[in-house]
Nanobody, 123 residues
Framework: QVQLQESGPGLVKPSQTLSLSCTVS??????????WSWIRQAPGKDREWMGA???????YYSPSLENHTSISRDTSKNQFSLQLSSVTPDDTAVYYC???????????????WGQGTQVTVSS
C-alpha cells in the first residue's frame, strides 16, 4: 500500500520561503514511470497543480509558479520536497503531495494523495 505524508510548518510569514516535505512509503520514488506532484487548494478556489518531480529526477512546474517554486528529492529518505519563495497571503492553502503516472493514452492518472497540510501565510 502506497502512502504519502506531508510535513512542514503550518505558519509562514510573508516574503519567507515555504518548505514542505512528502514522505513516501510502499514504493520507491525512483520507480519508473511515476511522477511525484505538489498540488494546493486555496480557500474558495480549485485545486492547483504546482509541479512535479519524475522518477528520474526531472522537474516540471506550472508556468504561473515556476519563478518561485522548486521541487527536489532525497532518495535516501524516499522523500520529495517543495520550496515556494517570497510567499504572500495568497499562498495560504492546503498543500497536498500525490503520486501520478502517465497513462498509455497520454493522460495523467493520480493514483495516491497525501492527507494534505494547511499552510497559512500571515505575519
Amino acid at each position: 500500500q502506497v502512502q504519502l505524508q506531508e510535513s512542514g510548518p503550518g505558519l509562514v510569514k510573508p516574503s519567507q520561503t515555504l518548505s514542505l516535505s512528502c514522505t513516501v512509503s510502499g514504493i520507491s520514488i525512483t520507480t519508473r514511470f511515476y511522477y511525484w506532484s505538489w498540488i494546493r487548494q486555496a480557500p474558495g478556489k480549485d485545486r492547483e497543480w504546482m509541479g512535479a518531480i519524475a522518477y528520474d529526477g526531472s522537474t516540471y512546474y506550472s508556468p504561473s509558479l515556476e519563478n518561485h517554486t522548486s521541487i527536489s528529492r532525497d532518495t535516501s529518505k524516499n522523500q520529495f520536497s517543495l520550496q515556494l519563495s517570497s510567499v504572500t497571503p495568497d499562498d495560504t492553502a492546503v498543500y497536498y503531495c500525490a503520486r501520478d503516472r502517465l497513462a498509455p493514452n497520454g493522460t495523467i492518472v493520480r493514483d495516491d494523495w497525501g492527507q494534505g497540510t494547511q499552510v497559512t501565510v500571515s505575519s
